[in-house]
């Protein structure tokens, strides 16, 4: 049973930086799907970012292109989450997901979820 463990959240003022690690405890990211996805109070889980195929391909949600970056190191079987210019807007639970089978990309692993909270 494949486990996602994240890590790398916590409190920053508005315009810094974090940086989510997700750990997998076998390679589950080299040739499926994975992202991140993030819930805000009151609404539905959404999609920040993802990527395909062992990083052939990513894909970001408007509200963060050009502040986050999505990577994997196939290595240490790790998935992060590059947070830069950090806006109150972005604060929510991040949770890592990964898709045991690709195509099509249907997130079925998730993590246990990472607080952000961004102060103005």
């Known amino acids: 049973h494949v486990q996602l463990v994240e890590s790398g959240g916590g409190s920053v003022e508005a315009g810094g930086s974090l940086r989510l690690s997700c750990a997998a405890s076998?390679?589950?990211?080299?040739?499926?799907?994975a992202g991140w996805l993030r819930q805000l109070p009151g609404k539905e889980r959404e999609a920040v970012a993802a990527?395909?195929?062992?990083?052939?391909?990513?894909y970001y949600a408007d509200s963060v292109k050009g502040r986050f970056t999505i990577s994997q190191d196939k290595v240490k079987q790790t998935l992060s989450l590059q947070m830069n210019s950090l806006k109150t807007e972005d604060t929510a639970i991040y949770y890592c997901a990964a898709s045991t089978t690709f195509p099509p990309c249907r997130f079925n692993l998730w993590g246990q979820g990472t607080q952000v909270t961004v102060s103005s």
């Open positions: 990527i395909y195929s062992g990083g052939g391909s990513t």
């Open positions: 076998e390679d589950i990211f080299s040739h499926n799907c």
